[in-house]
């Protein structure tokens, strides 16, 4: 079954209205069987295509995963990812910057940890932090040292906003391509998640107070994710809002989308001169002796 990834896909310019994406769109998928197929054969496929992205050592792919909590990010990560091998691929999550980190501008932590050529990286959660949680909670400013009063907030969004997009511009004129999702869960969806990380004794772990703490600004939330994607999806780098109150839907819509962008960078392996390939029938010879 071939999934229509562009379905997915904010074009640049789009003002985004989050009530008119949906959370949970038709499955992609008849049953769980022909779900389970259709995961494996897109992880043996990113797979063969990560292997050839590796070798050519042309670009790099910056894979950036958005979402409130609950939305399963990490569980998209781990089951599309499973098959791809790890000495090529680089997964960083960003929580509360340290104090070393807020002595810098707020793309400076990502920036140390971008993927080299030939590598994927991974960033779950990422620098749109710094206008969705810092946009819902501006106090937290005053720790980043911004000094902004009610009436200028606009203006901080506003710049960093362009400072984003100008900087996903620059890494994709050097070799870095970039693709975005935001995986989009209804609210309620995120409460039966809650209840079943507090009802399971072994996924407690996973469920903190402060999780419950920003459930409260739900609202907040949905318009900076609105102003966000509005801001800095464009033509070269856009975001895809993923339905994701069907676990199993979500995973195989975000692998066609990385199957789609490895497919697209054209990689194959490198071909050898005439000099490279009388040595190694030299090299062959001599093993064969």
């Not at 400013?141 to 901080?156: Q, W």
């Amino acid at each position: 079954m071939k999934i229509d990834s562009h379905a997915y896909c904010v074009p640049g310019g789009t003002k985004v209205k989050l009530r008119k994406w949906a959370t949970r769109a038709a499955p992609v998928y008849k049953s769980k069987h022909q779900y389970r197929k259709i995961l494996e054969s897109h992880v043996e496929q990113l797979s063969s295509l990560q292997e050839m992205h590796f070798a050519a050592n042309r670009y790099a792919l910056l894979l950036i995963f958005q979402a409130m909590d609950a939305a399963g990010k990490d569980g998209a990560i781990r089951h599309v990812m499973s098959g791809i091998n790890p000495q090529g691929c680089q997964v960083f999550s960003f929580k509360a910057p340290s104090a070393a980190e807020l002595e810098h501008d707020f793309l400076w932590r990502t920036t140390r940890v971008l993927p080299p050529r030939g590598y994927i990286g991974i960033f779950n959660r990422s620098y749109y932090e710094e206008v969705l949680i810092v946009r819902v909670h501006p106090k937290l400013l005053r720790t980043e040292l911004v000094a902004a009063t009610p009436h200028d907030f606009d203006k901080v969004w506003e710049g960093r906003y362009r400072s984003i997009v100008d900087f996903e511009q620059h890494l994709h004129r050097n070799g870095t391509r970039i693709v975005k999702f935001f995986l989009h869960l209804s609210k309620e969806e995120q409460r039966k998640r809650f209840l079943a990380r507090i009802d399971e004794p072994q996924r407690n772990w996973k469920f903190s107070m402060a999780d419950a703490k920003e459930r409260g600004f739900w609202k907040s939330y949905m318009r900076a994710y609105e102003e966000c994607l509005s801001a800095t999806s464009t033509d070269m780098t856009p975001w895809y809002i993923v339905p994701a109150d069907d676990k199993a839907s979500a995973r195989l819509i975000v692998s066609q989308v990385i199957l789609d962008a490895l497919g697209e960078l054209g990689s194959s392996y490198p071909v050898i001169d005439a000099r490279r390939r009388r040595e190694l029938r030299t090299v062959h010879r001599h093993l064969m002796e």
